[in-house]
């Protein structure tokens, strides 16, 4: 089992439309991060946290520290939103461990 | 300010030779890595490097090499490469090891024949 797991692995929505993406692992961590990998390959960082819960725009990500467990939201999806989501998560001594990534589609 | 710039783009490479891709960033980040993404899998981490003249192995090392002489630059070499090593690698930054927003380069592609 993958210490990082992502769901749904695909997503399709439509215009408008309501996403959550959801990330849970499975050791302890410091921190976790939401990015951005668009279809050109490039890969931005969106969110890190290590509590509660942070916006930026449409974007929302949460996290539950107790549960593993953290989401990421958009709102009112649009197609530039159209990419691949990954959580990562920060395990101390300077190592990252990454989910696959959630590959968005959102349809106008 | 140009954040993380890799290149090459884009390589192909014949099994048995070797290569460099560099990595340099402009924000005086410590910390450095490589990663690899291959299909069906999340990033894995290649090396890293805390600060100039500071560095150690991630989890898929074997077949790369690294060194960071100065704050700004880490690149990776390929001694002798391999088919399995075609991937595409990723070099990222943070301010510090642990925490930080993390500054990722646009990606290198490479094809080992």
């Known amino acids: 089992k993958n210490e990082v797991e992502q769901s749904p692995q695909n997503l399709t929505a439509q215009e408008g439309e309501f996403i959550t993406i959801n990330c849970s692992y499975s050791?302890?961590?410091?921190?976790l991060h939401w990015l951005q990998q668009h279809p050109g390959g490039g890969i931005v960082s969106l969110f890190m946290?290590?509590?509660g819960k942070k916006k930026h725009g449409r974007l929302i990500a949460t996290i539950n520290i107790q549960e593993k467990h953290s989401s990421l939201h958009i709102t009112a999806s649009h197609p530039r939103d159209s990419a691949v989501y990954i959580c990562?998560?920060?395990?101390?001594?300077?190592?990252?461990?990454f989910g696959e990534g959630t590959q968005l589609t959102v349809n106008p | 300010n140009a954040g993380v710039t890799q290149t090459p783009k884009f390589q192909v490479l014949k099994t048995g030779q070797s290569m460099t891709l560099q990595c340099a960033q402009d924000m005086n980040h410590e910390y450095m890595s490589w990663y690899r993404q291959d299909p069906g899998m999340g990033l894995r981490l290649i090396h890293y490097?805390?600060?100039?003249?500071?560095?150690d192995q991630g989890e898929v090392p074997n077949g790369y090499n690294v060194s960071r002489s100065t704050t700004e630059d880490f690149p990776l070499r390929l001694l002798s490469a391999a088919p399995s090593q075609t991937s595409v690698y990723f070099c990222a930054s943070r301010g510090q090891p642990n925490t930080g927003e993390l500054f990722f380069g646009e990606g290198s592609r490479l094809t080992v024949l």
């Open positions: 946290l290590s509590s």
């Open positions: 050791v302890g961590i410091s921190a």
């Open positions: 490097s805390v600060g100039a003249g500071i560095t």
């Open positions: 990562a998560v920060d395990r101390g001594g300077s190592r990252l461990t």
